[in-house]
């Protein structure tokens, strides 16, 4: 299954919601999305959203693919 999630926040508003929802209390489906959001929001603007610690013993095969669109 499929399923576009379009957000429109700012960096400091996408920095607290990843904060809170990558924790390893967090429910697994809400980290599918928000672990490997964190992962590429690092990858574009590392030095913002390398202090963000997560679950990293959640499992990889579970990640959700990210997609930039205009």
């Not at 957000?7 to 967090?26: F, I, K, N």
């Not at 990858?43 to 499992?59: C, E, Q, T």
């Amino acid at each position: 299954m499929k399923i576009r999630v379009v957000y429109s926040y700012t960096v400091p508003r996408w920095r607290e919601l990843l904060e809170a929802c990558v924790l390893p209390q967090t429910a697994q489906s809400i980290k599918e999305i928000m672990v490997p959001l964190l992962l590429h929001f690092r990858n574009k603007l590392p030095s913002y959203f390398d202090g963000i610690d997560y679950d990293n013993s959640f499992n990889r095969d579970y990640y959700a693919d990210i997609f930039e669109i205009d």
